[in-house]
Structures are given as C-alpha cells and as structure tokens.
C-alpha cells in the first residue's frame, strides 16, 4: 500500500527520525495557515502517488502565506500527469507545506528486500536528488550498499560506515547512522516493501533531514496493522485496482486487449507469456487465488469485463481447493451482470472440471474449450 508523503514523515517522526517542519493542507486557507506558521517562506509540493511532481508543476517555493494559498487553489482538484501517472494523472486532493532549507549536500538513502541476497539491502548513494536508476548506470561507484542480517537488524557500524561512504562531514556520521538505523527499524517493525528518501539533505545549519519520503507498506502483512489502513488513498488508485482490492483479488491493470482470468500467480505469469508468445498483450493480471468462492469470482471476472480494452478472455485455471464448476458459475454469472459478449477461451483442468466445462458450454457465451497450452495458444490466435 502507498501512502503519501507527509504520511510517511509522520511515520518517520514517530520512530525519532528527524524530519522539516510543515503539515498537510486541504485548502488554499489552510496552506495559507500552516505558510504563516513557518515564517512565511515555504515549499508547497502536491500530496499523490506519484514521483516526477516538480518536474509536473506539483511543487513550488514560494516566499509568503498569500503565495502558498494561491499555489495551493490552482492545483488542489486537478490531475498531476507526470511520468509516473500515465496521460491521465492523478488527482491533487491535499499539499504539504514545508519549511524551506539551506541545503549543503543531498544524499540518497533507501532500504529494500533483495530477492538475490534474500535479506534486506540499504542502498545509499552521495548523489541524491537524481534517479537512483540513471546513478547506477551512469556513475555505479557512486552507489554504496549494506546487506542486513535480519536476525541482528542493520547495526550502527553499518550505518557509519554508509555515512562515510557518502561523505557526510564528520560532525554529522553519527546522526546520519543513527537516522539510517531507525530507518530500517521502522521498516521492519512497520512491514514494509520499500522505503525511500532521495534527497536526504545537510543543511547549512548541520541538519540531517529527509526532505521527500516514499514508504509502501506490504498489502500482505496490512492484517498486522490495522491502525494503518486509514492511510489508504484510493482516489490515488486506477479505479478497477481499487475494487479488486476491496474484495481481495490481485488486479493489475495492463494495456493490453487479453483479459487473463487465473489462479496463481506463477499460473499468471505463464498464461501472460503465452498471450505474448502470440503476438496478443494481456489486459491485466487477475489471480483470484485458491480460495474464492462463486460471489467473489462473478465479482472479480465482473472488474475484467469492466475493461473496455478487453475483446476476448483467456482463462487458465488448475482447479484444486477452487473447484472448476465454481468457478464457471461465477464467470457466467459475471457475463449476465455485465452482459459482455467477449469470447473465452478456456482451459481448465483439475477438480469437477468435466462440471466446469459443461456449465460454459451450456451458457450460451462464445466458449472455446481446450486441453492443452499449445492448443490454448492457437485458440487465442484465432480469436
């Protein structure tokens, strides 16, 4: 689960973890209110779930409240399109307002789950303020890295050593592990995915601060924290990824026209290379699991259907502890809510299939059966 910047300050602030003075706005009088607070002289940067904001016109210094307020009235209710957005943008519901800073040095600071150590990573790097990605291909030394062994947690020489190797100046290394050390507690303690401040700055007056902040919390581990689930936005959320999590079904939205029904998420990702094997581009990524029943498959194909890009549906299906015939109710009966006439094609295999097929070929629906990958492939060609 994303959350928005200031929300994770918040969080950050909670764990001692040093972080600009400021607080979130939903009005042009309230940014006005919080400006004048801090002095007057503010940063006013768009609240969403995306990056590139200044580089959209989602960020702007300015030197007084009435500024703040102005700033704050023309982006509040619009679409932020930024390269993470896609062309229809994300909606601007709320700013934060900040203190500004003499900034010295800008550092990058982020911690993540490496599949290939198995362990979290902390990747720090003396060129913040830039992609990460464009650093590691353009300067690679200047990317530093501390595996961590989970059953200690990251240890302060850890964290001193990433400090130096960033070049903080000497005075400030012990701040700077010691803001990298509670970091990953709070990662850790707070089941995240990732965590991000790019740039962490040194100020003039000898500050550490975290002047942007990306934390996502793992959708898997949510039933530990359920303190936490008020800090979804789902205005932030492609609108069919928002139902499909509100009834707990994996959906991804895709660009393709080949809506994939499965179960599994290795089931989804062969059934997706099939459909580019031949030449088609899935639709989206829709895994309703082992355990769905009828009410929550007629829902989940029913978020499918709702896909205008989605012209014929590939369904892959090994039926163990989610039978076959339940499953082709909840699809049928996905079609009547919807009255989709997109083709199937479906392969299914497993428990009660022989019920399963009988109850797609007795509905009435384009349903083309098949048996086999290579057959499925060749089914979808036709299509």
């Known amino acids: 689960m994303k959350i928005h910047e200031y929300q994770a300050k918040e969080l950050m602030a909670k764990y001692g973890i040093p972080v600009p003075r400021g607080g979130m706005a939903a009005s042009p009088d309230e940014a006005r209110k919080v400006a004048g607070e801090l002095g007057g002289s503010v940063v006013v940067k768009a609240q969403v779930h995306a990056g590139g904001r200044g580089k959209a016109g989602g960020v702007k210094v300015v030197d007084n409240?009435?500024?703040?307020?102005?700033f704050t009235g023309s982006i509040l209710g619009k679409q932020l399109v930024t390269f993470q957005t896609g062309p229809e943008g994300v909606p601007v519901n709320s700013v934060l307002v900040e203190e500004t800073m003499d900034i010295a040095q800008e550092l990058y600071v982020a911690i993540v789950l490496d599949p290939s150590e198995r362990r979290p990573v902390v990747i720090a790097s003396a060129a913040g303020g830039m992609e990460i990605e464009e650093v590691a291909e353009e300067t690679p030394e200047k990317i530093i890295r501390a595996v961590v062994d989970p059953t200690v947690g990251l240890q302060p020489f850890q964290g001193r050593a990433l400090a130096y190797g960033m070049g903080v100046p000497a005075e400030l290394v012990r701040p700077t592990a010691d803001l990298i050390v509670k970091l990953y507690?709070?990662?850790?303690?707070?089941?995240?995915?990732?965590?991000e401040i790019n740039p962490l700055v040194v100020t003039g007056d000898g500050r550490v601060l975290p002047v942007d902040a990306k934390l996502n919390?793992?959708?898997?581990?949510?039933?530990?924290?359920?303190?936490?689930?008020?800090?979804?936005?789902?205005?932030?959320?492609?609108?069919?990824?928002?139902?499909?999590?509100?009834?707990?079904?994996?959906?991804?939205?895709l660009d393709g026209d080949v809506g994939c029904l499965v179960n599994g998420a290795g089931l989804a990702m062969a059934t997706m290379d099939i459909v580019t094997a031949v030449g088609a581009s899935p639709a989206n990524f829709l895994d309703v699991g082992g355990g769905a029943d009828e009410d929550r498959i007629r829902a989940a194909v029913g978020i499918l259907l709702s896909d205008p890009n989605v012209k014929r549906v590939l369904v892959n299906i090994f039926g163990g502890i989610l039978r076959n015939d339940v499953l082709a109710r909840g699809l049928v009966g996905a079609y009547e809510d919807t009255g989709s006439k997109a083709p199937i094609i479906a392969r299914m295999l497993g428990t009660n299939v022989e019920e399963g097929r009988q109850i797609l070929l007795d509905s009435g629906l384009d349903v083309t059966v098949v048996e086999t990958l290579k057959d499925t492939a060749e089914a979808?060609?036709?299509a």
């Not at 409240?65 to 102005?70: L, N, S």
């Not at 507690?185 to 965590?195: A, G, N, R």
């Open 380 to 382: 979808l060609r036709a």
């Open 185 to 195: 507690k709070l990662m850790t303690d707070l089941d995240c995915s990732q965590v």
């Open 65 to 70: 409240p009435d500024d703040a307020a102005e």
């Open 217 to 253: 919390l793992d959708d898997d581990a949510m039933f530990r924290h359920k303190d936490l689930t008020d800090l979804r936005d789902a205005s932030q959320e492609d609108p069919l990824e928002s139902r499909a999590h509100d009834i707990g079904v994996i959906y991804v939205r």
